[in-house]
């Protein structure tokens, strides 16, 4: 059972248009959302998140929305430039709220897409 | 900045060996985690740490053994090494606090024949 799902294997987007992507999510524990970007033979690299308090959040090109009641985020990128040419994982964990360190128990991750920036 | 140094990036082992995949941080964390990616996957937790001495299972521990026994270093162990187990494993960092992103290293390409 997969909690939380891409879609879309790949999405193609020209140069400057805006990239969307999109993710879902079944576990409603969920607290706290990731997007990674990854290059081959690299690891993932965190490009922003979003805590579950907020439904925007922003960072230079990069948008993040929460859609909390359709359990729905989605990454913006406003212009799309070669160099976004990568995969993304969508990732959640449930928050660590306890100070004892118990319930970090990692994230849930999607199984990516694969955005290609066209010239 | 180091970072998260994984090594070796690259292994080839025949079924039943066993090795330790090594993964150091420098920036202090309390949080390590080892998570396995597969082709057309996305990357799936096998243990995870939030301190020294504490360790716990994630989603896939089977074949797996970790230890902490300081912040800097979180090995994990394949015990008897099987086919099933051919991938690429990352470590990953987090700082204990809210919200912290996790920080991930390059990767362990790790084949079984």
């Known amino acids: 059972d997969q909690q939380v799902k891409q879609n879309s294997p790949s999405l193609s987007v020209q140069e400057g248009r805006i990239s969307i992507l999109n993710c879902d999510y079944t576990?409603?524990?969920?607290?706290?959302f990731l997007w990674y970007k990854k290059y081959p033979a690299e690891g993932p690299t965190f490009l922003i998140s979003?805590?579950?308090?907020?439904d925007k959040n922003e960072d230079g090109r990069f948008t993040v929305f929460l859609n909390k009641s359709a359990k729905h985020l989605s990454l913006h990128i406003v212009p799309s430039q070669p160099g976004d040419s990568a995969v993304y994982f969508c990732?959640?964990?449930?928050?660590?709220?306890?100070?004892?360190?118990?319930?970090?128990?990692?994230?849930?991750f999607g199984k990516g897409t694969h955005l290609i920036i066209q010239p | 900045n180091a970072g998260v140094t994984q090594t070796p990036k690259f292994q080839v082992l025949k079924t039943g060996q066993s090795m330790t995949l090594q993964c150091a941080q420098d920036?202090?964390?309390?949080?390590m985690s080892w998570y396995r990616q597969d082709p057309g996957m996305g990357l799936r937790l096998i243990h995870y740490?939030?301190?020294?001495?504490?360790?716990d299972q994630g989603e896939v521990p089977n074949g797996y053994n970790v230890s902490r026994s300081t912040t800097e270093d979180f090995p994990l162990r394949l015990l008897s090494a099987a086919p099933s187990q051919t991938s690429v494993y990352f470590c990953?960092?987090?700082?204990?606090?809210?919200?912290?992103?996790?920080?991930f290293g390059d990767g362990t390409r790790l084949s079984i024949l």
């Open positions: 990953a960092s987090s700082a204990r606090r809210d919200n912290q992103p996790q920080h």
């Open positions: 576990n409603s524990m969920f607290d706290y």
């Open positions: 979003i805590s579950s308090i907020k």
């Open positions: 990732a959640a964990r449930v928050e660590d709220r306890s100070d004892s360190g118990g319930g970090a128990d990692g994230l849930t």
């Open positions: 920036m202090n964390h309390e949080y």
């Open positions: 740490s939030v301190g020294a001495g504490i360790t």
